[in-house]
């Protein structure tokens, strides 16, 4: 295959290379999913291949169609995380010394699982374009061959295995949802699926804040933007590859965006509704289905690309969904400083049902009087409009809350 876009062809010969390494993984009709979109939703669970991830199924295609010459230099690739564990893994099923440069700001678990894997990880830059960039400079220093991430026609053809396995398992899908970071997934699926069956819509979904196929495909030619910062890291890229940029141009239907706040949501929504840990990336394409930015999908299949997330952004971003959807609140209270005021104020926060989780005094502060305590409380609610009914209860009561944190 030369350095031209795949074909259908290119995918059939990744799923032969491909058999008995990556997972065939499930296709799951998510009946809550389905209620809150208003249209059948099934789920592709790609957190359940091996690596936490799709981008296995490109990087050991890439590397399985290497020469021996090739091979012997030893590979070298960069990525966020998991297109790095994808090749570290196919790299020590074929004995090849491998080298992964990464962003500095990388999740910890990735780069501990990189390793794992037997590849020797070197951290660069904050992003990963900048880890790309070192990642060129180390190859021509010594010669290595490159594992390009997305830009790359056997990349593209094994990430399009996913396109194959979701046409068999879902005969009348109407619509394939993919989340989009440079665009060798989406380029890959859209490739397969349009090939076998042009009436099936695919539509790729990016993070508002690192949109660069939607920014290059409104001004017809590949833009680079200036930043690329989204809790969805996976998926942080700055500029689309050449070869991406041309398949979604010829093969997807549409590019969408969905904001920080609503992957967040979405995110805490799939581990409590369907007990799956998807990273950021991944639940991009459930949240534009969510928050309706597809139009008519119909029959909807989403790929959830991956669940390779570190706890602590875990943490973080369950905290900040459930303040997102309503979940949590943050109130400053100021009462009198007697015995009994702090009683008063959580009994009427118990007869509104919300839970307290922490409670702190403060006595010293600008806006407290002599006689007087601040009380902080982090609260469980419900939803938006119980956090309302609390607000305005307190109010009513007369006391004067303070929401967030300010």
Request: with cysteine; hydrophobic share 45%.
């Amino acid at each position: 295959m030369s350095a031209t876009l795949p074909t259908l062809e290119d995918v059939e010969a990744a799923r032969v290379k491909l058999q008995g390494i990556a997972r065939h993984t499930p296709l799951e009709h998510s009946q809550t999913f389905s209620d809150l979109a208003g249209h059948p939703v099934y789920l592709k669970l790609e957190m359940f291949q091996k690596t936490g991830s799709f981008k296995l199924r490109g990087a050991y295609n890439k590397i399985a169609n290497l020469t021996d010459e090739q091979r012997m230099r030893g590979v070298i690739a960069a990525s966020a995380g998991n297109h790095a564990q994808g090749v570290a893994y196919a790299a020590t099923r074929y004995g090849i010394p491998c080298t992964i440069v990464m962003p500095e700001t990388a999740s910890l678990a990735k780069i501990a699982a990189t390793q794992g894997y037997g590849a020797r990880v070197v951290l660069h830059g904050d992003t990963y374009d900048d880890a790309y960039a070192h990642a060129l400079m180390l190859q021509q220093e010594h010669g290595y061959t490159f594992v390009h991430a997305f830009d790359d026609p056997h990349v593209m053809a094994g990430q399009g295995t996913i396109g194959l396995e979701l046409l068999s398992d879902l005969t009348d899908v109407d619509t394939v949802v993919v989340p989009v970071g440079g665009g060798g997934l989406i380029s890959g699926i859209a490739v397969a699926v349009k090939s076998a069956r042009p009436g099936v819509r695919v539509v790729g979904v990016e993070a508002a804040r690192a949109a660069c196929f939607a920014a290059s495909l409104e001004q017809g030619r590949i833009v680079t933007l200036s930043a690329a910062s989204t809790i969805a890291d996976g998926i942080a890229v700055k500029r689309p590859g050449d070869l991406t940029f041309a398949a979604v141009r010829q093969w997807v239907d549409d590019i969408v965006t969905v904001e920080d706040e609503e992957i967040a949501r979405t995110m805490v929504l799939l581990m409590e509704r369907s007990k799956v840990v998807a990273e950021g990336a991944a639940a991009t394409a459930l949240a534009a289905v969510l928050y309706q930015r597809i139009t008519n999908p119909g029959r909807c299949a989403v790929v959830l690309s991956g669940g390779n997330v570190d706890v602590t952004v875990l943490s973080r971003t369950i905290e900040h969904g459930l303040v997102e959807a309503g979940r949590y609140l943050r109130l400053k209270v100021t009462i009198a400083d007697r015995p009994g005021a702090l009683r008063d104020l959580l009994d009427i926060i118990a007869k509104l049902g919300a839970n307290v989780v922490t409670v702190q005094h403060h006595r010293i502060g600008a806006r407290i009087a002599i006689g007087e305590t601040e009380v902080e409380l982090d609260l469980e609610t419900r939803d938006a409009a119980h956090i309302r009914r609390i607000v305005d209860t307190l109010r009513e009561t007369g006391y004067h809350p303070v929401t967030g944190d300010a």
